[in-house]
């Protein structure tokens, strides 16, 4: 399978506690997302990396949260002190052109 | 208001109908537009890419893109009960912001 893989598929957690979770683009796509999505919505735009670089962050993205894409390969998106607001589903996509969806990290914080 | 509107359904047809899904957008500056479906606990899967006004067919679908009133279709032919889904649209500025601004999806039930 060539698309975009996401780790873990689902994670539960604690209030308080840090989560962090994992997506492999598709392998020739320099540009990266990550998106988050609550029941009945659509995605939301969090941030994007031009290979290394993060280019933008949403006003979604609080201090809590951050990104990183090291080698301009996988990136990582991190959670810190979660909130029961931060429950839902983190989708990554890459793209060239097109942007493609990861299956998504579904995140439940109780 | 939302820059981006769609009903949310859910849309209840029996197998074999014509569906037809709708956004519309407020922001003139968005210049593509993707339609994404999603099944339950899955990811966006991309359907259909359309770049400005104009009509796109591929298969069973058919989309439709009409800027002057700020307004995009989908249509399904032929349903069946497979593309019971979250059909999400999709829009962009330009080829260079990767953004994409999403309605809430509408959810889409073809029962046998």
């Known amino acids: 399978d060539t698309g975009v893989s996401q780790d873990p598929r689902h994670k539960i957690t604690k209030r308080g506690q840090n989560v962090t979770f994992r997506c492999d683009p598709i392998?020739?796509?320099?540009?990266l997302y990550w998106y988050r999505q609550t029941l009945g919505q659509g995605p939301e735009f969090l941030t994007y990396?031009?290979?290394?670089?993060?280019?933008?962050k949403s006003r979604l993205l609080s201090d809590r949260f951050s990104a990183e894409r090291p080698k301009g390969s996988f990136s990582t998106l991190e959670i810190q002190r979660t909130e029961q607001g931060d429950s839902a589903m983190y989708l990554c996509?890459?793209?060239?052109?097109?942007?493609?969806f990861g299956p998504g990290t579904r995140l439940l914080v109780l | 208001q939302k820059e981006v509107e769609q009903d949310p359904g859910p849309l209840s047809v029996p197998e074999g109908a014509i569906v037809s899904l709708n956004c519309t957008y407020s922001?003139?500056?968005?210049?593509?537009f993707m339609w994404y479906r999603q099944y339950s606990r899955k990811g966006p899967e991309l359907l259909m890419y359309?770049?400005?006004?104009g009509n796109k067919e591929d298969g069973r679908f058919t989309a439709q893109v009409d800027k002057s009133s700020k307004y995009i279709s989908l249509f399904i032919r032929d349903s069946q009960p497979s593309d019971s889904a979250t059909y999400l649209c999709?829009?962009?500025?330009?080829?260079?912001?990767?953004?994409?601004?999403f309605g809430t999806g509408t959810r889409l039930q073809v029962f046998p």
């Open positions: 996509a890459s793209s060239q052109t097109i942007v493609y």
């Open positions: 359309t770049y400005s006004s």
């Open positions: 990396f031009q290979n290394e670089a993060q280019l933008e």
């Open positions: 999709a829009m962009r500025e330009d080829y260079n912001t990767d953004k994409l601004i």
């Open positions: 922001n003139s500056a968005f210049q593509y």
């Open positions: 392998s020739e796509h320099n540009r």
